[in-house]
């Protein structure tokens, strides 16, 4: 049933969404499936069988008996909303192009308040972000820029406390093309933080291009092949050296705006930062389904990056 690509299997349209998923049974076998792709095997006995328990979101091991909770640690764990609500909620979430917000989230879903609709969109995006994630590879445009109260359009309301600086990498495909990108607010711009970025970001012996930023010198040591552009030197705008990490910066810029009203605290643009994170490298996605199946594959993964931990890189 349904659409796929290669084992992926995920509704296509909204009609086969609802055929799926009709009741909460149907939601716990699809997150269960998620949860462990190559077949169920117990934690405590390594049994490879396990029944679904009616009405509870639990397995029942056949080897030792133990109940097993399909959702714990994960994203729906802790929730009182029934499991098609988020369903449909993650539905949603990926099939409005540009984003959701977290009114229309609840209008579309009829919740009664908009608080929880704000604190489902929030859980969301944090579980778009993978702990596990590859790191980019190839050739790499690197560089940070500032958002906040200076922005230009933004006037002051609505905007973040402060500005707050985000550090961007993307790959450097042949002609002008963006691949993948990875984004962090970061504190500054010291030689630490921005080396840990790019450490967090970038495979080892990846090609960096960054400005001629002094913050940028620790790269070579860290295993990188460091490629500072001259814009002095050149003559070359910043965007004619590096045309794409400028682009991604405005897309950004453009997408917290539009779809955000720019609205929003420093210490959450670390999620919406997530959120375009997940975007940018599915948009050439043909089907909005399987950013759904991607979503929720994320979702049921247990260990989540604590969001500090990738400021200024990862460990
Ligand atoms: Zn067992």
């Known amino acids: 049933m349904g659409g796929s690509a290669g084992a992926v299997d995920y509704p296509r349209t909204l009609a086969e969404f609802n055929a799926w998923f009709p009741d909460e049974a149907a939601c716990l076998a699809y997150l269960a499936r998620l949860r462990w792709p190559d077949g169920f095997a117990c934690p405590h006995c390594a049994a490879t069988r396990a029944w679904q328990l009616a009405r509870r979101r639990k397995l029942r091991c056949a080897g030792c008996r133990r109940e097993i909770s399909i959702t714990a640690q994960t994203v729906f764990a802790d929730s009182h909303l ?73 006037l002051g309301r609505g905007t973040f406390a402060s500005e707050a600086i985000v550090a961007i990498a993307v790959e450097a495909l042949p002609r002008g093309t963006c691949g993948r990108v990875r984004l962090a607010r970061i ?12 450490a967090g970001a970038a495979a ?29 030197a050149s003559g070359d705008p910043a965007h004619v050296a590096m045309p794409r990490v400028h682009r991604v910066s405005s897309l950004l810029k453009r997408w917290l705006l539009g779809t955000h009203q720019g609205a929003t605290r420093p210490h959450q643009l670390d999620f919406y ?14 089907h909005r389904g399987l950013l759904f199946h991607r979503l929720l594959e994320q979702a049921v993964e247990a260990d989540h990056v604590p969001i500090r931990d990738l400021i200024g890189g990862r460990p």
């Not at 990926?94 to 929030?122: E, F």
């Not at 960096?208 to 001259?230: C, K, N, R, V």
């Open 273 to 286: 930062l997530d959120e375009f994170t997940f975007r940018f490298n599915r948009r050439r996605s043909r």
């Open 204 to 232: 080892p012996g990846a090609v960096i291009y960054t400005d001629h930023w002094l913050g940028y010198s620790g790269l070579a040591e860290a295993g990188f092949l460091h490629q500072a552009t001259s814009i002095a």
């Open 187 to 198: 504190p500054d711009c010291s030689k630490p933080v921005l080396t840990g970025f790019v």
């Open 82 to 154: 029934p499991l098609m609500t988020w369903f449909a909620a993650a539905w949603y979430v990926t099939s409005q192009k540009p984003g959701a917000s977290a009114l229309g989230l609840q209008r579309v879903l009829g919740l009664g308040s908009y608080r929880t609709a704000w604190a489902m969109l929030h859980k969301l995006r944090r579980a778009m972000v993978r702990a596990g994630r590859d790191q980019l590879a190839g050739e790499i445009e690197v560089d940070e820029t500032t958002i906040g109260a200076s922005q230009p359009g933004s």
